[in-house]
């Protein structure tokens, strides 16, 4: 079992930054984590994945050398630093986990937050 709460969304303009936050409890052994966006009319999709006692993490060609996933063990917490931000990444930010090795669609998640709004003018 894992729960998870996101925060730091706002609204940011083009080529800003920001900083969003996953805090975690419940189990972290094996336990892969994700995060996903949805943008009004669009479908789910993958941004960026690691584990949470590994190093092994993937992204998503579109924010590929611009979003930093990471995390802090002492606060139980997993973050997405995003850079050079686009109005393209406009959209709901959720965070997502699952236990054991997945793929990068968002379906084979089963822990979810509630996500958090993250607007980019242009």
């Known amino acids: 079992q894992v729960h998870l709460v996101e925060s730091g969304g706002g609204l940011v303009q083009a080529g800003g930054s920001l900083t969003l936050s996953c805090a975690a409890s419940g189990r972290t052994f094996n336990t892969m984590l994700g995060w996903f966006r949805q943008a009004p009319g669009k479908e789910r999709e993958f941004v960026a994945r690691r584990w949470w006692t590994g190093s092994v993490i993937d992204y998503a060609d579109a924010v590929k050398g611009r979003f930093t996933i990471s995390r802090d063990n002492g606060k139980n917490t997993v973050y997405l630093q995003m850079n050079n931000l686009k109005p393209e990444d406009t959209a709901v930010y959720y965070c997502?986990?699952?236990?054991?090795?997945?793929?990068?669609?968002?379906?084979?998640?089963?822990?979810w937050g509630q996500g958090t709004q993250v607007t980019v003018s242009s």
């Open positions: 997502a986990a699952s236990f054991g090795p997945v793929g990068t669609s968002w379906s084979e998640f089963n822990y």
